[in-house]
């Protein structure tokens, strides 16, 4: 009985640390050169949003798209922000950036050329999206696209935002 026990504990522990687990360190370029440690990736308390896609990629380039449309208004309500990680090897690398600049997207966009933060985060398919919260973990993840799927991704970004806001509140009325 306490053999299994500490089973139960054992994989309760290890299912909440995957739940919860910090973004592995790589370092990737911007668009414009600087390197980016994605371990330190951030938005000063906020969820954020990370999209992996390729130019080649044509599930990856119809979400960033329908995620472009509504972005303003994402940001405004959650205060989220996306970062497009782009998988496109070093043949392709070079389309990256005129095709974000013809899309007009604001997004933050990352090159992983080697795949090597793709492989860390253990992605099989692309597009695949996490949704990191404002303490840095994952609390979302999830591959494939299909039209309207992005609505899954404002869901969860309500239900963070919801749950920090109450958090916030809290602890304000424990301080009066």
């Not at 009985?1 to 592995?24: H, N």
């Not at 990736?41 to 896609?53: E, M, T």
């Not at 995620?67 to 309500?77: G, M, R, T």
């Not at 099989?124 to 696209?145: C, Q, T």
Request: proline share 4%.
């Amino acid at each position: 009985m306490k053999l299994f026990r500490f089973f139960i504990a054992a994989v309760l522990l290890l299912a909440a640390s995957a739940a919860s687990a910090q973004l592995p360190s790589v370092k990737l370029k911007s668009l414009d050169g600087k390197i980016v440690d994605t371990s330190k990736l951030s938005n000063g308390g906020k969820p954020f949003v990370i999209s992996f896609f390729a130019t080649w990629c044509k599930p990856c380039n119809r979400e960033l798209k329908a995620i472009h449309e509504v972005y303003p208004d994402w940001q405004k309500e959650t205060g989220m922000k996306l970062v497009a990680i782009s998988i496109d090897q070093a043949q392709n690398i070079n389309k990256v950036k005129p095709m974000v600049d013809s899309e007009e997207w604001e997004y933050e966009v990352l090159l992983d050329p080697n795949s090597e933060f793709l492989r860390a985060m253990n992605i099989r398919n692309i597009p695949h999206v996490f949704i990191i919260d404002g303490n840095g973990n994952i609390a979302f993840s999830h591959s494939g696209y299909t039209e309207g799927g992005e609505q899954e991704v404002i869901k969860k970004l309500r239900e963070l935002t919801a749950g920090s806001k109450k958090t916030a509140s809290k602890k304000a009325s424990k301080k009066k």
